[in-house]
């Protein structure tokens, strides 16, 4: 059958020149394989990452891009039991869901609840874990504790936000602009700050002067050290993310006399350490949590493969007011 992908056969600094929607011609799904119909798949910075080639794994080319996504069974191969045409199901991680159609080993398809939102699912097996992670593997935390981070505005800031407060951890919340403020405080952020020289100063009158064990930074540079400043001697800044692309300053100041600690965060290091029990019960509990509709992110826009080009230049824009999705039509 015809499918479209999109594919690059090349890196570059560009991530928009080097995407192409392709239509290819797939074959039927061999034995043990399930055809998915693809619904919804994210764009994430990590997938800009990989286009430009600076992630910390990359695929050999040429390449379908897409990390992460969710479909319905279109067909299934010989021998595959326990499956339904029809049956809403998770991507395995790095297959390719950029893409109308990915024929999938059905062993490594997670049935997903029906009836649930296929693009917040979509979403589920990168961010949701990481901002829950974040609050659990860094530093112990307990209920009252207060944590800070950063580019709080984006999915897994969206996420940490509602994962913290019901863990009874106080979050203080920073954006790099005043536009951001209200789409955090609407998703529960107690305290939104806008980033800047003075942000310890604003931290101490808003939170009375509390203790601040964990700093997480999605965004490195100078923005690293304006939250270094504000924690509390001993305690810890955790880099998961590279949004401004500059290494983190971190000051010997912080790191020599208040004993600062400067770590960093990979959702891959932990799922290879990982037990799959352990892996089960964090995914199973955020999969019913977002099919519930109790964990959301914001949906900016959505495209078809056939306008990847729009899409990754959307995804690549700063400012936007959500995430952008792959939602590929089907009948064309
Ligand atoms: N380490 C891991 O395992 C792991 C796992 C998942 C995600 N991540 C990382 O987590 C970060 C957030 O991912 P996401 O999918 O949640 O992001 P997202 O929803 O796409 O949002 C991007 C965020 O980055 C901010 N931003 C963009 N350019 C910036 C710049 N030059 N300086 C400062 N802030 C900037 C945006 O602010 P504006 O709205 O103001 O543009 C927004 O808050 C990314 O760096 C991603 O790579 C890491």
Same mark, same amino acid.
Do not use: L, S
């Given at each position: 059958m015809k499918c479209m992908q999109a594919q690059y056969a090349q890196r570059g600094p560009d991530p928009v020149a080097v995407i192409e929607a392709v239509e290819v011609e797939l074959a039927a799904p061999r034995a043990g394989e399930v055809l998915v119909e693809i619904l919804a798949s994210p764009i994430n910075p990590s997938d800009l990452l990989t286009l430009t080639g600076v992630y910390g794994v990359l695929p050999e080319l040429p390449a379908v891009a897409g990390n992460e996504g969710v479909g319905r069974v279109a067909e299934l191969g010989p021998g595959v039991t326990g499956l339904k045409p029809g049956q809403l199901v998770l991507l395995p991680l %790095?297959? %390719?869901?950029?893409?109308s159609h990915v024929a999938a080993r059905a062993a490594e398809l997670v049935p997903l609840p029906a009836g649930a939102d296929p693009q917040q699912l979509a979403m589920l097996t990168i961010n949701p874990p990481t901002a829950s992670l974040l609050l659990s593997e860094v530093t112990p935390l307990q209920p009252g504790d207060w944590v800070i981070q950063n580019a709080a505005n984006s999915a897994v800031g969206t996420y940490l936000v509602k994962l913290a407060a019901e863990r009874g951890i106080h979050t203080i919340n920073v954006v790099r602009?005043? &536009?951001?403020v209200e789409s955090v405080q609407a998703a529960g952020g107690e305290i939104v700050l806008v980033d800047g020289d003075d942000l310890k100063k604003r931290v101490r009158q808003a939170t009375g002067g509390a203790e601040i064990k964990l700093a997480i930074d999605a965004? &490195? &540079?100078?923005a690293t050290e304006r939250l270094a400043n504000c924690l509390a001697n001993g305690g810890t800044v955790v880099n998961y993310g590279v949004m401004s692309g500059e290494p983190c300053h971190v000051s010997p100041t912080h790191l020599i006399f208040r004993g600062i600690n400067l770590t960093g965060f990979w959702l891959a290091t932990w799922y290879a350490r990982a037990g799959a029990e352990q892996r089960a019960a964090l995914y199973g509990d955020l999969t019913q949590r977002i099919a519930r509709g109790e964990l959301k992110a914001p949906i900016a826009e959505c495209f078809d493969i056939r306008d990847i080009k729009q899409a990754v230049a959307a995804a690549a824009q700063g400012e936007r007011g959500g995430k952008v999705l792959i939602t590929p039509r089907h009948n064309s």
């Open positions: %790095g297959c %390719g869901t950029w893409a602009r005043e &536009g951001a965004v &490195g &540079g100078a």
